[in-house]
């Protein structure tokens, strides 16, 4: 699922203007209208006739608090199109229908919508939702290439899955509201420091077998290392999340690859380092497992009243993978303290040579594992230190992308609070 649905950035009073076609998936996009003005955007519906045979504009009135637009010529006369597609910061259409997208290819201009995408210079994401028939059929084909090859128009989806009852399972299916949301917010977002870059980020706890049922474990949720993964991706970026055992939701646009040990962990980013532009070492990796893991489950009667593991150091994989980082790349670490939070932190951004160190105090409320907020503290290699109040973990991880931008030759870019440049 996307993450908390309070307003922030990228959407955080941005302009949408959310297009509705006729289509069963019609019922969903009443949650991504709601989804997007609980993130702060401010929504504007417009809904073709068939979209209305399907849900009614009440619906998308009682989420966003505004109007739903239906008719072309409305009292506002014919300017409504000229000022909805000036003032849009994102045009999206969900679902677009294999007419609309039709019409689209055509610039047509005989509705609100087709108007509006003429009238726009934002960019426009396009999620096709119909029969797999429909969709795999040459013309709808060719009409989806032109807008985006063309009219560089983002063709959003679809998803393989179930479709409309008594329909097949072939690729048709709209995508879900909070991926088409995240896909609304790397449009809205724009060009950044980090578009186009690859960015490498470790996530979650690792597991180090005991036996065959048992491990070694640690609490940390990857809720930090999700986190910056969704926003890097919004960004613009190339994301590969490596993440050990957690079950939260891969996010929209990134490539994961799961591991469970650290030994696990560090061959894979060993094999990646080396392409990566910036890499986020936010995951927990068990400093130590456990030497002889047993293959079978180890019963009580044999092991009797006492039992004593013997632990083997795991590979330190920010400190092993330094030398092969790419030239001129950004790296950035985690330090979770019980004690001595500023001398600990800056040895390891000294002896791991981070160029950034995110340093939270475990022991105060609201900060560190299973949480959805963090207090940091960011001590940077240049040997400032910055104390930062107490925020959600997705806040937390714009304000380190924020600083990795500006470490990668960026300055002021267009991805802070105020908005995008493009
Ligand atoms: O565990 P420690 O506090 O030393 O972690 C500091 C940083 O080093 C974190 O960014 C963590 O992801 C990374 N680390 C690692 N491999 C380990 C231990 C820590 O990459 N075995």
Request: proline share 5%; charged share 25%; with cysteine.
């Amino acid at each position: 699922m996307a993450a908390a649905l309070v307003p922030r950035r990228p959407w955080k009073d941005r302009r949408v203007v959310l297009g509705v076609t006729g289509g069963i998936a019609a019922y969903k996009s009443v949650q991504i209208a709601r989804d997007l003005t609980r993130l702060g955007a401010i929504v504007d519906v417009a809904l073709t006739r068939a979209a209305q045979k399907f849900v009614a504009p009440l619906s998308f009135e009682g989420v966003t608090g505004r109007p739903a637009l239906t008719h072309l010529f409305s009292a506002e006369g014919a300017a409504l199109h000229i000022r909805l597609g000036r003032e849009a910061d994102v045009v999206c259409v969900a679902p677009a229908g294999a007419d609309f997208i039709a019409r689209a290819a055509q610039g047509r201009a005989d509705d609100l919508i087709c108007t509006t995408l003429l009238a726009t210079r934002a960019p426009v994401l396009v999620c096709p939702a119909m029969n797999d028939r429909m969709f795999a059929h040459a013309q709808v084909q060719a009409n989806l290439r032109h807008l985006s090859e063309e009219l560089c128009y983002q063709v959003v989806g679809p998803a393989e899955g179930a479709l409309a009852v008594g329909e097949g399972q072939g690729p048709g299916r709209m995508l879900e509201p909070w991926q088409i949301e995240e896909a609304v917010g790397r449009a809205l977002t724009g060009m950044t420091a980090l578009s186009g870059t690859r960015v490498l980020v470790t996530a979650g706890p690792t597991r180090e077998a005991i036996d065959a049922v048992r491990y070694v474990g640690n609490r940390s949720s990857g809720r930090m290392g999700y986190a910056l993964a969704a926003a890097a991706w919004r960004r613009g970026a190339d994301v590969t999340l490596v993440s050990g055992p957690s079950p939260l939701e891969v996010p929209f646009g990134v490539e994961v690859v799961r591991v469970e040990t650290a030994r696990e962990m560090d061959d894979v980013v060993a094999a990646r380092i080396e392409e990566a532009d910036v890499t986020v070492f936010a995951a927990a990796v068990a400093d130590y497992r456990p030497s002889e893991p047993k293959e079978r489950k180890m019963k009580r009667r044999d092991v009797g009243d006492d039992l004593t593991l013997s632990l083997v150091e795991n590979p330190d994989i920010a400190l092993g993978t330094l030398s092969s980082r790419k030239a001129g790349s950004v790296c950035v670490g985690f330090a979770l303290e019980t004690d001595d939070l500023e001398s600990n932190a800056l040895a390891k951004l000294e002896g791991k040579k981070f160029d950034l160190l995110v340093a939270n105090d475990a022991t105060e409320d609201g900060a560190g594992f299973e949480v959805d907020t963090n207090r940091v503290t960011l001590f940077h290699a240049s040997g400032e230190r910055e104390p930062m109040p107490l925020m959600s973990k997705d806040d937390v991880a714009e304000e380190i992308l924020d600083r990795v931008s500006v470490l990668r030759g960026d300055i002021g870019d267009g991805s802070t609070s105020d908005g995008a440049a493009r």
